[in-house]
């Protein structure tokens, strides 16, 4: 079992930044990729952002040059800075980790980002 924490939501105004982070701890030996995914009320659960064990970041094209992902191994976290945010991005962020395969899969309980106008 992994457990999955996370921290850093909240309020902002568009063109500001928030830092999301996510700890996790237990039968970590098997995280490849960590991620963070995004929902709105009534839609499915978006890939935001991912990062290999080796540092190689992927983004959604919505975020693509705002988004930041960052991971540090050592600690066993994953963060992702927010820059320019817009009113677009408000939703539940959730941290996500799992295996090469995908076949093991953690979710976070996630963390809920607004951006007004």
């Known amino acids: 079992q992994v457990q999955l924490v996370e921290s850093g939501g909240g309020s902002v105004q568009a063109g500001g930044s928030l830092r999301l982070s996510c700890t996790a701890s237990g039968s970590i030996s098997t995280i490849i990729i960590m991620a963070w995914y995004r929902q709105v009320p009534g839609k499915q659960r978006d890939l935001v952002a991912s990062?290999?064990?080796?540092?190689?970041?992927s983004y959604a094209d919505s975020v693509k040059g705002r988004f930041t992902i960052s991971r540090d191994n050592a600690k066993n976290t994953v963060s992702l800075l927010m820059s320019s945010l817009k009113p677009d991005d408000t939703a539940v962020y959730y941290c996500?980790?799992?295996?090469?395969?995908?076949?093991?899969?953690?979710w976070g309980q996630g963390t809920q980002v607004t951006v007004s106008s």
């Open positions: 990062i290999t064990r080796g540092g190689n970041p």
């Open positions: 996500n980790v799992r295996n090469a395969f995908g076949s093991v899969v953690y």
